[in-house]
Nanobody, 115 residues
Framework: QVQLVESGGGLVQAGGSLRLACAGSGRMFMIDNMGWYRQAPGKQRELVAA??????NYADSVKGRFTISRDNAKNTMYLQMNSLKAEDTAVYYCNAAQRDGRSWWGQGTQVTVSS
């Protein structure tokens, strides 16, 4: 019903920037909440940033460096990542969720920050 495709990952030096995109298709009008998650090797998947009709929230580790946004006309969500650190290295996933709890994931995009 909903398909998500991430793009924009890659290799960047510490202090650099990347912008991730999550293109949605299907019944995106059903979606109430969207977010970016990441999973580093050997660690659990964690919420990075979320966006809903009320506003946005961020993990403490990325506040002031990352910005989440959404272009409804394009059904695309973005994550602007600035001042990247080695500890930001992870696979980044986008998620779209309905209020009834159903959610969908993208396939993930690798972000590698070299120190």
């Amino acid at each position: 019903q909903v398909q998500l495709v991430e793009s924009g990952g890659g290799l960047v030096q510490a202090g650099g920037s990347l912008r991730l995109a999550c293109a949605g298709s299907g019944r995106m009008f059903m979606i109430d909440n969207m977010g970016w998650y990441r999973q580093a090797p050997g660690k659990q998947r964690e919420l990075v940033a979320a966006l809903n009709g009320v506003g946005t929230n961020y993990a403490d580790s990325v506040k002031g460096r990352f910005t989440i946004s959404r272009d409804n006309a394009k059904n695309t969500m973005y994550l602007q990542m600035n001042s990247l650190k080695a500890e930001d290295t992870a696979v980044y996933y986008c998620n779209a969720a309905q209020r009834d709890g159903r959610s969908w994931w993208g396939q993930g995009t690798q972000v590698t920050v070299s120190s």
